[in-house]
């Protein structure tokens, strides 16, 4: 019997019990923002009504905002901002240029916002660097607008719908980008609309997201119509433990793939960020270890990875080190190789060497261990 992992609080679990198609152990991981603010624009919605509705039923108070701009949300201190913004969630209207989809590759044809932030603490985000000003949490009202204005995009596939391999996903929807759809859903329902917009909607179509949290037992049951690919974001144990800070332990999160798995949802793995650390090879083949004994004996499994390594960019280094000054996690530039993104941006990548000993590393022991599983890029 392998050792058994630990979660986030350093409890055994036993790797027994992923495989039991019981729910998990222990209620799942929910965030109680410390402060919830709606807009007026906000409040013209149904579903920001919704969301209030909601919000207040769990015992928490809504403050009504007379206008439509957030205030108030930054400290005496770049750290108390952090801590405040990361307490906050704001029910707001969506901005006009995210109702203008972008394409997303490789991920997805289109990328979806419903909402924006997230309430977790990973030193790695790569949302740092990507979002502006204080790192709220803002969910948006206009859910059935948004899901209405999809139509328009279905049959323009950009990225997936071009690769023969996932033809049948129709056009892909990412709905994760900016944020961690299950840390959200018990307060706004919005993935849950969703799930079942897409299930109704009369074309070849997919929404897809990815989570570190584990929070599925409102999908359970659901009409999906197969039309949803939740994906779950794990690591190995060192990663998991030592850098994500505030998210659902690994052993919960692939306890909840298997629910969803056993519910008829096409699921997934995002394997990020892989670390090159020491011993790799041992951390990553215990977690492959346990994503095989979550799938084990699914019927009609249908399962995918996304394989991405570890890279920042000058700004989310910048970032993450001040909101984590004592960060344990490398990011060191002479360490790595430059690589220019889209527009000239820079990002440090590991070198050639290390991501091509990562890459076929993965590549086999993915196809090893979890033989049901179809890897859909590398990067
Ligand atoms: Fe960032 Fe994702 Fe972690 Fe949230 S769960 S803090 S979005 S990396």
């Given at each position: 019997?392998?050792p058994a992992?630990?979660?986030?609080?350093?409890?055994?679990?036993?790797?027994?019990?992923?495989?039991?198609?019981?729910p998990?152990p222990?209620?799942?991981?929910?965030?109680t923002?410390?402060?919830?603010?709606?807009?007026?624009?906000?409040?013209?919605?149904?579903?920001?009504r919704?969301?209030?509705?909601?919000?207040e039923?769990?015992?928490?108070?809504?403050?009504?905002?007379?206008?439509?701009?957030?205030t108030g949300l930054?400290?005496?201190?770049?750290?108390?901002?952090?801590?405040?913004?990361?307490?906050?969630?704001?029910?707001?209207?969506?901005p006009?240029?995210?109702?203008?989809?972008?394409?997303i590759?490789?991920?997805?044809?289109?990328?979806?916002?419903?909402?924006?932030?997230?309430?977790a603490?990973?030193?790695?985000?790569y949302?740092?660097?990507?979002?502006?000003?204080p790192?709220?949490?803002r969910?948006?009202?206009d859910?059935d607008?948004?899901?209405?204005?999809?139509?328009?995009?279905?049959?323009?596939?950009?990225v997936?719908?071009?690769?023969?391999?996932?033809?049948?996903?129709?056009?892909?929807?990412?709905?994760?980008?900016?944020?961690?759809?299950?840390?959200l859903?018990?307060?706004?329902?919005?993935?849950?609309?969703?799930?079942?917009?897409?299930?109704g909607?009369?074309?070849?179509?997919?929404?897809?997201?990815?989570?570190?949290?584990d929070?599925?037992?409102?999908f359970?049951g659901?009409?999906?119509a197969?039309?949803?690919?939740?994906?779950?974001?794990?690591?190995?144990?060192p990663?998991?433990?030592?850098?994500?800070?505030?998210?659902?332990?690994?052993?919960?999160?692939?306890?909840?793939?298997?629910?969803?798995?056993?519910?008829?949802?096409?699921v997934?793995?995002?394997?990020?960020?892989?670390i090159a650390?020491?011993?790799?090879?041992?951390?990553?083949?215990?977690?492959?270890?346990?994503?095989a004994?979550?799938?084990d004996g699914?019927?009609?499994?249908?399962?995918?990875?996304?394989?991405?390594?570890?890279?920042?960019?000058?700004?989310?280094?910048?970032?993450?080190?001040?909101?984590?000054?004592r960060?344990r996690?490398?990011?060191?530039?002479?360490?790595?190789?430059?690589?220019?993104?889209?527009?000239?941006?820079?990002k440090?990548?590991?070198?050639?060497?290390?991501?091509?000993e990562l890459?076929s590393?993965?590549?086999?022991?993915l196809?090893?261990?979890?033989?049901?599983?179809?890897?859909?890029?590398?990067?």
């Open positions: 019997v392998p992992p630990h979660d986030a609080s350093g409890e055994r679990v036993p790797i027994r019990d992923l495989a039991g198609l019981a998990p222990r209620p799942a991981r929910r965030w923002p410390r402060r919830v603010v709606a807009t007026p624009a906000a409040l013209d919605h149904p579903h920001g919704r969301i209030v509705g909601r919000v039923a769990l015992g928490i108070e809504v403050e009504r905002l007379r206008a439509n701009r957030l930054r400290g005496e201190t770049e750290r108390e901002t952090y801590a405040r913004a990361k307490s906050t969630l704001a029910i707001v209207v969506s006009p240029s995210r109702r203008r989809l972008q394409p590759a490789p991920s997805a044809d289109w990328r979806v916002d419903l909402a924006e932030g997230c309430p603490h990973c030193q790695y985000c949302l740092a660097g990507s979002l502006s000003g790192p709220v949490t969910v948006y009202a859910l607008e948004i899901l209405d204005g999809l139509a328009e995009y279905a049959g323009r596939g950009t997936t719908s071009r690769d023969a391999r996932r033809a049948e996903e129709g056009t892909t929807f990412e709905a994760s980008c900016y944020t961690d759809p299950l840390a859903e018990h307060l706004t329902g919005s993935w849950r609309r969703a799930v079942e917009h897409f299930a909607w009369d074309a070849p179509v997919q929404l897809r997201w990815t989570t570190k949290y929070d599925v037992g409102t359970v659901l009409a999906h197969g039309r949803t690919r939740v994906r779950f974001s794990v690591n190995c144990l990663v998991s433990t030592r850098f994500e800070g505030g998210t659902s332990p690994v052993p919960a999160r692939l306890a909840a793939l298997r629910r969803l798995a056993l519910d008829g949802y096409p997934g793995l995002t394997i990020a960020p892989i650390l020491p011993d790799w090879r041992t951390h990553y083949g215990e977690l492959l270890d346990l994503v004994a979550a799938v699914v019927p009609g499994l249908d399962l995918t990875a996304e394989l991405i390594t570890h890279r920042f960019t000058p700004g989310s280094r910048e970032v993450l080190l001040g909101w984590y000054p960060t996690l490398e990011m060191d530039e002479t360490r790595r190789s430059r690589k220019h993104g889209k527009f000239g941006a820079v440090f990548v590991y070198p050639r060497e290390t991501m091509t890459r590393w993965f590549t086999a022991e196809t090893a261990r979890v033989p049901a599983c179809r890897i859909l890029y590398w990067t």
